[in-house]
């Protein structure tokens, strides 16, 4: 699993950062780590220079192979919640989709009448 960092100019995305981003998506996205091709995460300030809070923006979309790129966006204030945030949005995904994939609920065949 290839992952990509990529900041914006508000955003110091120094080696720390990059090494800090690199561990949580591999840690968190680990038990789809076979079935994901690359990873891609942007982080951006929302607020820019204006003045205020800062409001940190994640883009996470993965890659999976042999189907089409999924995509979460998360806010927070820092730039740990808002990576741990997009990582547990996207590990629910992916949750859904390869469950669905993989023969979904057991109980979904009940609900028919044949």
Known sequence: ????????????????????????????????????????????????????PHELRCLLEVRPSGHPPLAVTTHAATKDAVVRAAVADMRTALGRMFGRLDGGRAAAETIRRR
């Open 1 to 52: 699993m290839d992952v990509q960092v990529r900041t914006d100019y508000h955003v110091d995305g120094d080696d720390a950062l990059i090494a800090y981003v690199d561990r949580e998506v591999s840690t968190g996205l680990d038990p789809f780590a076979r079935r994901i091709t690359s990873v891609h995460v942007h982080l951006s300030e929302e607020s820019g220079a204006r003045r205020g």
